[in-house]
């Protein structure tokens, strides 16, 4: 499993445009990139998943550059209920047995009035 | 709603005690996931069971121990506890066996509290 870098938090206001980056320099060919939200003492959601170039849904866009080495999760205009912590994460999807499914640290995201 | 079903929301014991938690997947799902995440911590990978066999495992302590029944749901066995094992334990499903083919869909998570 490809480890993953974000930042550790950020915070916006109501109405911005936020975007988080994760760096995976490792990515190797097969793997996925996607994205869950967390709420205190909640289960993470999923948000987005993607494998090159851009992929959109209802709530986020998530960009991907030719190299795979990062991509950036972007919410437009955030509330304060998008307050949560962001996690990246990066596997393969050939489901090999030993995979460590591991989150990262996440990205705590806190938006203000 | 995700469709993951845990049970029970909150469990307080005492050091040494045995708890099990249980989980039900979603409707469909195959593989079942264990996480645990202690305050402010990261979600901490324990083991992943796939149609009733187990396929990765993680920081899984020897006192833990998990299994996925013939009608898929999974039960995580906790012994010999210790006041570091309070935690939120969370459990996670899928429809295929590895990451991302299918994302997890992950439940509310069972709070364990050791005193």
């Known amino acids: 499993l490809a480890k993953t870098t974000q930042p550790i938090s950020m915070d916006s206001y109501e109405g911005q445009e936020v975007n988080i980056t994760c760096s995976h320099n490792?990515?190797?060919?097969?793997?996925?990139i996607t994205w869950y939200q967390q709420f205190p003492s909640q289960g993470p959601r999923f948000i987005i998943q993607?494998?090159?170039t851009k992929v959109t849904n209802e709530v986020a866009s998530l960009f991907i550059p030719a190299d795979r080495k990062s991509s950036t999760l972007s919410l437009p205009r955030v509330s304060l209920s998008d307050t949560a912590v962001y996690y990246c994460?990066?596997?393969?999807?050939?489901?090999?047995?030993?995979?460590?499914?591991?989150f990262g640290g996440g990205t705590r995201l806190m938006v203000k009035p | 709603d995700s469709g993951v079903t845990q049970t029970p929301k909150h469990l307080i014991t005492a050091t040494g005690q045995r708890v099990t938690l249980r989980c039900s997947p979603r409707s469909g799902d195959l593989s079942v996931y264990w996480y645990q995440q202690s305050l402010d911590q990261g979600l901490q990978f324990l083991i992943q069971?796939?149609?009733?066999?187990?396929?990765a495992k993680g920081n899984i302590l020897e006192r833990f121990s998990a299994q996925q029944f013939p009608d898929l749901h999974s039960e995580l066995n906790l012994s010999s506890l210790e006041l570091g094992d309070s935690a939120l334990y969370f459990c996670?499903?899928?429809?295929?066996?590895?990451?991302?083919?299918?994302?997890?869909?992950f439940g509310n998570g069972t709070r364990l509290t050791v005193t």
């Open positions: 490792n990515i190797a060919t097969n793997d996925y």
């Open positions: 993607g494998y090159k």
């Open positions: 994460l990066v596997g393969d999807i050939g489901g090999n047995a030993g995979n460590m499914l591991t």
């Open positions: 996670a499903s899928s429809k295929g066996p590895g990451l991302p083919d299918s994302p997890l869909h």
């Open positions: 069971y796939y149609n009733g066999e187990e396929r």
